[in-house]
């Protein structure tokens, strides 16, 4: 098993920055693929940012250029830096890993805000 805590969110104005961090515990040593996800009442939830152990990363397009996934293999964190907010970024962001057997784990979820 493997536990995220996410932490960070809150509210920003457009144009501003945030960073979000998601600790991982339990099963660590199995995580291959962590990231970010957000999710919109009533839409599906979508990729924002991955990250290998190796650290090779994908962005969603929407975020490119504004967003950067880091990840601290040493103390089983990745962030995700946000720059130039814009109100549509505004969602909860979930925090993701991938075991080595392919299992999704989950954390609860942190809400961004931001005002125009």
Do not use: H
Not at 63 to 72: A, E, L, Q, Y
Not at 83 to 108: F, H, I, Q, R
Request: include cysteine.
């Amino acid at each position: 098993q493997v536990q995220l805590v996410e932490s960070g969110g809150g509210l920003v104005q457009a144009g501003g920055s945030l960073r979000l961090s998601c600790a991982a515990s339990g099963s660590i040593f199995s995580i291959n693929v962590m990231g970010w996800y957000r999710q919109t009442p009533g839409k599906q939830r979508e990729l924002v940012a991955v990250i290998t152990g190796g650290g090779s990363t994908n962005y969603a397009d929407s975020v490119k250029g504004r967003f950067t996934i880091s990840r601290d293999n040493a103390n089983n964190t990745v962030y995700l830096q946000m720059n130039s907010l814009k109100p549509e970024d505004a969602t909860v962001y979930y925090c993701n890993a991938v075991n080595s057997g392919g299992m999704n784990y989950w954390g609860k979820g942190t809400l961004v805000t931001v005002s125009s």
